[in-house]
């Protein structure tokens, strides 16, 4: 079962770098993400959210392949590729996955001006060293769906300081 778990930093730098340490612990197959995004509250106001893939670029990709695949029998593979970026890319946008944009616009609204916040949606079974390796950059738990214990272990990792 997916957990959601978002986390605030005082800038959208150190948010980036836990996402860059959730990335690679799912190379290393201790996680499994579904959705990794960094809502920046910008000092002027606006709320600015920075999605780790876009699904409609992701959808664009596969229809340039299918579509040169398909153009290749009509000999027009590359009226296929146009024609198939445009419908994956709408695919992809239609089909948007992980967590919901407008929770994600809400909570970046109760942010302080200037300051960001991690969302993450997945799983794991090794919970113990996920949060050993984003632990060094502390943060302040807004939100989960973890159970009450859980929640407070991440919460006491997060706040002890970093090592020297």
């Known amino acids: 079962m997916s957990t959601l778990v978002a986390i605030a930093y ?3 730098a ?8 959730l990335v690679q612990a799912t190379k290393e197959r201790l996680v ?3 959705d990794a995004v960094v809502v920046e509250h910008e000092p002027g106001g606006k709320i600015k959210l920075r999605q780790a893939m876009s699904p409609a670029a992701a959808g664009a990709a596969g229809g340039v392949l299918w579509g040169g695949l398909i153009g290749l029998l009509f000999l027009a593979p590359v009226v296929g590729m146009a024609v ?3 419908a994956g890319a709408l695919g992809g946008k239609m089909a948007d996955v992980g967590v919901d944009d407008t929770f994600m616009k809400d909570l970046g609204a109760k ?3 200037g300051t960001a916040a991690l969302i993450v949606l ?4 090794a919970r113990d060293k996920v949060i050993d390796r984003v632990k060094q950059f502390g943060g302040d738990v807004i939100q989960t769906s ?3 214990d859980a929640e407070r272990h991440l919460r006491d990792a997060l706040a002890e300081p970093a090592p020297a």
């Open 10 to 12: 005082p800038d959208a």
């Open 14 to 21: 150190t948010a980036e770098r836990v996402r860059s340490e």
């Open 32 to 34: 499994q993400l579904e």
């Open 84 to 86: 198939g970026a445009a």
């Open 111 to 113: 942010l302080q001006p």
């Open 122 to 125: 997945g799983s794991t079974d």
């Open 146 to 148: 973890l159970s009450t």
